[in-house]
């Protein structure tokens, strides 16, 4: 319940921030920021598997980070372009009506996108193996948190004509099942010791001289 009281609570502001805007604007708005979290989905597992030893340094962060981190840059750049070569160039007029409302509610779709896709990372990370921050992730985020990305990213595959559901899913458990994997690969190993090993003989110790001589009978007896 935490997850989506959080998502409705980003959406409302971005609505109330999208209902003083144009439509144009704000559609622009709306379609990066799906477009960015479709990148930065499907692009995080490969380049995070292509890079390999070059993301060692952030162990079992390096999905999460290269998703957040391709979502962000994706999203800067488009942004900055449609601004200024496009929202900012060319006006679109509609009816005050139709601008408020329908800027409200595309807003308010970006902003919710915006924080499922935020709140998914942060349960989806390793953050929530350790004890300080995860009495603040409930256990059930992931999973409420994931339901709008995925079908934010099966609405883009879907207008690109791609259906490609099977690979989203996919990528979504890559991302979600990776940090377990390689957290739970770690073990600490305790330090080698000779220890004798199954059905090996047991070496045979030589006596001294001096007590095999002692042993043996006295011939002049």
């Known amino acids: 319940m935490i997850t989506i009281i959080i998502a409705l609570i980003v959406a409302v502001i971005f609505g109330l921030w999208g209902c003083g805007k144009k439509l144009f604007p704000v559609w622009a708005f709306a379609f990066n920021v799906i477009i960015a979290v ?4 499907m692009l ?7 890079a390999g030893q070059r993301l060692e340094f952030l162990d079992a962060y390096a999905d999460i980070a290269v998703m957040l981190a391709t979502a962000i840059v994706y999203f800067i750049i488009a942004q900055f372009l449609s601004t200024k ?11 005050k009506a139709v601008n408020d409302i329908g800027g409200a509610i595309l807003a308010f779709a970006g902003g919710f996108l915006i924080a499922n896709f935020v709140l998914f990372a942060v349960s989806a990370s390793p953050l929530k193996g350790i ?9 059930d985020m992931e999973k409420i948190s994931s339901k709008p990305v995925i079908k934010a990213c099966k609405f883009v595959s879907g207008v690109s004509l791609q259906y490609g559901d099977k690979n989203i899913c996919k990528a979504i458990e890559t991302i979600s099942r990776r940090p377990e994997s390689q957290t739970s690969s770690k073990v600490i190993t305790p330090k080698e010791v000779n220890l004798p090993t199954p059905n090996q003989p047991e070496p045979i110790l030589e006596q001294p001289q001096n007590n095999i001589m002692s042993e043996m009978p006295d011939s002049n007896q």
């Open 38 to 41: 479709y990148l930065g989905v």
């Open 44 to 50: 995080a597992p490969t380049i995070a598997e292509s």
């Open 85 to 95: 070569y496009l929202t900012g160039t060319y006006c679109v007029s509609f009816p």
């Open 131 to 139: 004890s300080i921050f995860s009495k603040c992730i409930p256990a």
